[in-house]
């Protein structure tokens, strides 16, 4: 008769794999009274989100309170779903100052791009729900109508049109340093460059 290996070799030939720990969400009726873990519950991230594809920050020795990987992520999908950081920070339960000062850490540089490039899908994301919503309330609604202004005035306010270059526009300042590796103004001839 075979002889049946012991427990203790069957969970060490086959080891299973360790639960995920849930990402979490405040599930408080005022988000200000989440003080502990008990208030959350588990938060669904997709992985393939172009806008999680960072290095996060990883703590040397963390404690109870830091930011670890998932709650980072969770954070940067949250920011570039509303564009809001306190917002996003009281979704994953962390104060905004504890998240500025990871930020600002060496090493958490790629966590700070990720950051920023959330930002901007947040306010992409924003600028198209106020466009929307100024559009559905109709042509004839003053609120509407000087929401859909500003929603227009700032939005590509960072463009620049190209018939406005010229020589000391801060654009063709810049190009002329990546071409010429100087800035206009350290020209010894003081010749004007086409």
């Known amino acids: 008769m075979p002889r049946k290996p012991s427990p203790s070799f069957e969970r060490s030939a086959n080891p299973r794999p360790e639960p995920a720990r849930p990402l979490l969400v405040n599930t408080r009726k ?3 009274q989440a003080t502990s873990r008990v208030a959350f519950t588990e938060m669904l991230i997709p992985d393939d989100d172009p806008v999680l594809d960072f290095l996060p920050f990883c703590h040397p020795h963390p404690r109870g309170n830091s930011i670890l990987p998932d709650v980072q992520r969770a954070f940067i999908y949250q920011l570039a779903m509303t564009g809001i ?3 996003a920070a009281t979704k994953v339960g962390k ?3 504890a998240l500025y000062k990871l930020r600002e850490r060496p090493g958490a540089e790629d966590f700070a791009r990720a950051w ?4 901007e899908w947040g306010r992409l994301r924003l600028e198209d729900c106020a466009l929307e919503r100024a559009l559905h309330q ?3 609604d003053p609120q509407a109508n000087a929401m859909l202004c500003w929603v227009l ?3 590509n306010a960072h463009m620049v ?3 406005m270059v010229r020589r000391g526009h801060w654009l063709w300042d810049r190009i002329h340093h990546e071409i010429t590796g100087r800035w206009p103004d350290e020209d010894e001839d003081g010749a004007e460059d086409v």
């Open 85 to 87: 950081v306190k917002q």
């Open 116 to 119: 920023d490039e959330a930002l």
């Open 95 to 97: 104060s905004i100052e």
């Open 161 to 163: 049109d190209s018939r």
């Open 153 to 155: 005035q700032h939005r």
């Open 30 to 32: 005022h988000p200000r």
């Open 138 to 140: 109709g042509a004839h």
